[in-house]
């Protein structure tokens, strides 16, 4: 026998006695794991877990697994041991003890792509700067003097694109929307310049590789996406240095704040602007998509949303005044529960990335140090126990949210149950110390699109499209919908 029959004869034997004792310690260990299945040495269950689904579903994986094991099971997802929970208060549990008992913990391949310098993937004092320059670029103060009325005039700019009577892809609109919003606020980029054009195209192509499987190897998705990453840093490090060379410095946007403000390191500025660029254009235009497509098959809300907002529109005219602010924003109550249905519906972001830094126990559950923790939070969102009929779009529900369910809910729902009252079980924007940074922008947003469109238009959907969980949500066939003008004529922004 050679020495290379030898090893090969020798190897399986050996590594199955050791996962059966690394087993069986862990088992000594730990006896009260969550049940689960392990699934496959190596892939574990993954691809199963990674499956695509309906959206507004929670995939029949997770429905099968939480019947047979419960809201909490462990399993082996992305080369890890892993504990999933589909739990509401396991879910606040983990977020809540970020830093202490559990850490942020992405897979590597998205700190390949983001850079590891970006905020999805920092832990610690790191983390903790970069929240703050993005908080101070998102205050609630910015928000009020500025954005809204940013973000009014970007949504003014993409309907009245709209040509009459046509077709338009929702999902792309609402791309170009976010895409053009975010470059102006963190570069100062104009929309519709060639550089900007330029740097969306490199943006969808980086894109692309963030939700592909990372394989590093000529032609996928990923090794495309590394290169686009490459062409933007480049980009935006061009931009850097003609900021430098200014003697007087702008402030306005992101890069010239941080500039000022801030000792990060040129490295650290550019992810951290890639990874801004990212988590702000991404989720809220899906958002605004989604939204689009459930008011579609909800011709009551919209009719209650148009009365809201053309009392909005007419109190306007009556003051002669244009512009939206923050006071007309604060009447927008309906709205705001669209906003929250669509957001517990839709789920957007659909689960997390932890891992245990210590043993921890729950209800009774080891959750041994090191492993991973993904709290589901569409789980949560589409569980009939906290939420009554989950599947329907019911914005009513949110209503009287102090008190009982509203009582003239619509869409045949009575409401939130009493569990679901408690707006604790919400959490589209995550929670604790990561909670999304952006999230009142991101409400801003889909208020002010929500405005301009049920004031200026009808639409249908122009061919059948649903939103899928990639996990990523996305319509596969970008939202083709077909539009009608209501009013004469929607124009462009005056400034
Ligand atoms: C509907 C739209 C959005 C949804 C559903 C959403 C959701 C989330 C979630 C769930 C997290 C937590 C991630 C984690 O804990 O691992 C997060 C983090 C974050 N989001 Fe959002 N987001 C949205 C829009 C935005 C926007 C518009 C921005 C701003 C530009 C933004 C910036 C951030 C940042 C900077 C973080 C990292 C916060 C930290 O680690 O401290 N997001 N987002």
Partial sequence: MSDLEF?????????????ILNLFKRKHKFPNLPPGDMGWPFLGETIGYLRPYSATTIGDFMQDHISRYGKIYKSNLFGEPTIVSADAGLNRYILQNEGKLFECNYPRSIGGILGKWSMLVQVG?????MRMISLNFLSHARLRNQLLSEVEKHTLLVLASWKRDSVVSAQDEAKKFTFNFMAEHIMSLQPGNPETEQLKKEYITFMKGVVSAPLNFPGTAYRRALQSRSTILGFIERKMEERLKETKGNENDLLGWVLKNSN??????????????????????????????????????????TAEHLEISRAK?????????????????FTQCV????????????????????????????IPCGWKVLPVISAVHLDPSLFDLPHNFDPWRWQNKQGSPSASGKGGSTGMSSTGKSSNNFMPFGGGPRLCAGSELAKLEMAIFIHHLVLNFHWKLA?????????????????????????????????
């Fill in 7 to 19: 090893f090969l004869f020798l190897v399986p034997p050996i590594l199955a006695v050791l996962i």
């Fill in 339 to 366: 906003i929250n249905e669509t957001l517990r519906l839709g789920n957007v972001v659909r689960f997390l990335h932890r891992k245990a830094v210590k043993d921890v126990r729950y209800k009774g559950y080891d």
């Fill in 264 to 305: 990060l390191s040129k490295e650290q500025i550019l992810d951290l602007l890639l990874s801004l660029l990212f988590a702000g254009h991404e989720t809220s235009s899906v958002a605004i998509a989604l939204s689009i497509y459930f008011l579609e098959s909800c011709p009551d809300a919209v009719q209650q949303l």
């Fill in 463 to 495: 061919a059948p499209d649903q939103a899928f969980a990639y996990p990523y949500v996305d319509f596969p066939n970008a939202l083709p919908i077909a539009i009608q003008h209501i009013s004469s004529s929607i124009k462009p922004p005056p400034h």
């Fill in 125 to 129: 004092q790191m983390h903790r700067d």
């Fill in 317 to 333: 005219k009556l003051s002669g005044e244009t512009e939206l602010n923050w006071d007309d924003y604060k009447k927008m109550e």
